[in-house]
C-alpha cells in the first residue's frame, strides 16, 4: 500500500489516498477482506470523483492477455488492460472493439464500470453489449463468474465500481478490413437542421457533432456533425500517434481571451462546404483529443467540469433550448460541446445511456459554474434526463435518484451482496448509494 495524491481528469482536487496495488488473486483477496472500505480504479481518465476514496485498488497493472480467439473474435484480459493496448493486439487481426469511448486511454475495468459508450450507441448500445462474462472478486474475497442474465453483471456494468473489482472479462470483438474511416462532414444551421441529419443518417455507424455553444436566434445549434464507417480498403498496422505536450501556460491564456470563439471560426472558416467526404485514420475519428497528453490542465488550477446530460428523444429539442436559455443568461458558455444520438436503455441499472439525444459541455470549474450546473440538474429531470455519472463530480441525493429511478434496484443489490459498507468512492457518499 502506498500514499499518493489523488486527482482525476476534471483535475479538480487533490486528495490523499492509499493506493493498493496487487499481483495475484490471493493478494487481492487479502487487501479485500482487510476491515477497509475501497473503490477499485483503472486509468483515473474518469471526470469526477467516482474512484477516489481514502483507500483504492489501483487494477491498472493487471493488463495481460489471458485468451484471445483469432478466428472468433473473443478476447480475455486483465481489467487493468487499456483500450489503446487491446487495439494494437486486436487491430492486426482484423479486429475492433464494438464500442470505444472517445479516449483509448481507459481501462477494460473503467469501460465497464462506467458502461462506456461512444460514436455507435444508437445502433450497437454500451460497452456491455460486448461483453460476454465477467470474473468480478466480492468484498468477502469470493470470485463470481457474471453472465448477461446475472443481477450482479447488470448491476456491475454502469456500477461505478461499487459491486466489486472486476478482475477480467471476455469481449466480442467486431470485424475490420482497415484502419482508414471513410468520413462524412456536414455542416448545419440550426438545431432542428441537426437532429434532421442526425435522423437522416441513423442508419450510419458512427455519429456525432461539435455543438457551436455560441450560435443563437435562428442559429441556435448549428453544428458540424461528424459521420463514418470503417472503410473495406487499406492496411491493419497499429500505429499509436505521437503525443503532444501542449504548452498549457500559452494554451491558458488563449483560452480565456480567444479559445472562446474559436468554434465559430472553425465553423465559418476551416468547414467552406455544406458537405465533406473524406479518408481518416480511426486514431483521428475516434480520439481527436489524445494527440494531447494534457490538455485537460489548460482549463487552470481549479480544473474543468464536464457536464455530460442525456434527455429522451421526444423532450431533447425543447430540453437543449430551455438549458441553453440558462447557460446564456448566466453568460458561462463551455468551451465544448459534444451531440450524441443514442439508442435504447439497456437492462443495467445505472447506465447513463437512454434513447434521446446526449451534450457534454466542457465548462472551466468555479463557484459561478457550480452554481448553474444545480439549475441544470432540475432542468434535466425536468424533462426526464439524468447525468453522466462517470463524468459528474456534484450532483446530490434528490437529484441522482430522480435521474435514475433503477438505483433503488442497485441499492438493494448492494445490500444483498454486503456492499455498501465495504465498496465506497467520494461519488457513492455523497449520493447515497
Ligand atoms: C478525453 C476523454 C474522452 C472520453 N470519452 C468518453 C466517451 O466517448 N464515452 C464514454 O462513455 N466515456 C468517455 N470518457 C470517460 C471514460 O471512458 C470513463 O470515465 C472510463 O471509466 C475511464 O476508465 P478508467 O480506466 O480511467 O477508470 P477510472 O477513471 O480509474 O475509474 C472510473 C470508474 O470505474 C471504476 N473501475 C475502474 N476499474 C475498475 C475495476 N477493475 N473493477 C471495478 N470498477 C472499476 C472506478 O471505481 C470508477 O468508478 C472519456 C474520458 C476522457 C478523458
Known amino acids: 500500500m502506498k500514499k499518493i495524491k489523488l486527482n482525476s481528469w476534471g483535475k479538480f482536487t487533490d ?17 479485500i477482506t482487510s476491515n477497509k472500505s475501497f473503490i477499485p480504479s483503472g486509468n483515473y481518465r474518469s471526470y469526477g470523483d467516482s474512484a477516489f476514496s481514502d483507500y483504492i485498488i489501483s487494477c491498472k497493472n493487471n493488463d495481460s492477455i489471458i485468451s484471445f480467439d483469432k ?4 478476447l480475455t484480459v486483465e481489467a487493468g488492460i487499456t483500450l489503446s493496448k487491446i487495439l494494437s493486439i486486436i487491430i492486426p487481426h482484423g479486429w475492433f472493439l464494438g464500442v470505444t469511448s472517445g479516449t483509448k486511454y481507459s481501462t477494460l475495468g473503467g469501460a465497464i464500470a462506467s458502461d462506456i459508450h461512444g460514436k455507435n450507441h444508437h445502433i450497437n448500445g454500451c460497452f456491455s453489449t460486448y461483453v460476454s462474462d ?29 459491486t466489486g473489482v472486476i478482475i477480467s472479462a471476455t469481449i466480442r470483438l467486431i470485424k475490420i478490413k482497415s484502419t482508414i474511416v471513410n468520413q462524412m462532414i456536414i455542416k448545419t444551421n440550426s438545431l432542428s437542421e441537426t437532429f434532421e441529419i442526425f435522423d437522416k443518417y441513423s442508419h450510419e455507424r458512427y455519429s ?29 498496422k497499429f500505429k499509436d500517434e505521437s503525443v503532444r505536450f501542449i504548452p498549457f501556460k500559452l494554451f491558458s491564456y488563449f483560452l480565456n481571451k480567444y479559445l472562446i470563439r474559436i468554434f465559430n471560426f472553425l465553423y465559418f472558416y476551416l468547414t ?68 450524441k444520438l443514442y ?41 426526464g434526463g439524468r447525468v ?37 468512492s467520494s461519488q457513492s457518499i455523497r449520493i447515497n448509494i
Open 15 to 31: 486528495i490523499d489516498a492509499h493506493e493498493c496495488n496487487w499481483k495475484t488473486i490471493k493478494e487481492l483477496k487479502t487487501i
Open 71 to 74: 478466428s472468433e473474435g473473443l
Open 134 to 162: 465477467i470474473d468480478l472478486m466480492l468484498p468477502n474475497g469470493a470470485v463470481v463468474n457474471l453472465r448477461k442474465e446475472d443481477e450482479l453483471f447488470k448491476a456491475t456494468c454502469g456500477g461505478m465500481g461499487l
Open 208 to 236: 456525432v457533432a461539435w455543438f457551436d455553444s455560441f450560435s443563437t436566434g435562428k442559429n441556435f445549434g448549428r453544428s458540424i456533425i461528424q459521420i463514418g464507417d470503417f472503410a473495406t480498403e487499406g492496411d491493419l
Open 272 to 339: 467552406s462546404s455544406k458537405k465533406i467526404q473524406s479518408k481518416i485514420h480511426f486514431t483521428k475519428f475516434f480520439y481527436p483529443l489524445d494527440k494531447f497528453s494534457n490538455w485537460n490542465k489548460i482549463y487552470g488550477k481549479k480544473g474543468l467540469i464536464q457536464y455530460q446530460f442525456i434527455l429522451p428523444l421526444d423532450k431533447s429539442f425543447e430540453g437543449i433550448k430551455e438549458i441553453f436559455n440558462v447557460i446564456q443568461k448566466k453568460n458561462i458558455y463551455p468551451y465544448l460541446a459534444v451531440l
Open 343 to 383: 439508442g435504447k436503455k439497456n437492462d443495467n441499472y445505472i447506465s447513463f445511456p437512454i434513447k434521446g439525444y446526449s451534450l457534454a459541455l466542457d465548462f472551466k470549474r468555479n463557484d459561478q459554474t457550480l452554481n448553474m450546473i444545480k439549475n441544470l440538474d432540475t432542468l434535466v429531470i425536468k424533462f
Open 388 to 424: 453522466y455519472l462517470t463524468k459528474d463530480a456534484q450532483i446530490d441525493e434528490y437529484s441522482f435518484k430522480k435521474m435514475y429511478p433503477e438505483s433503488t434496484k442497485f441499492v438493494s443489490i448492494r445490500k444483498k451482496y454486503d456492499l455498501q459498507d465495504k465498496m465506497k
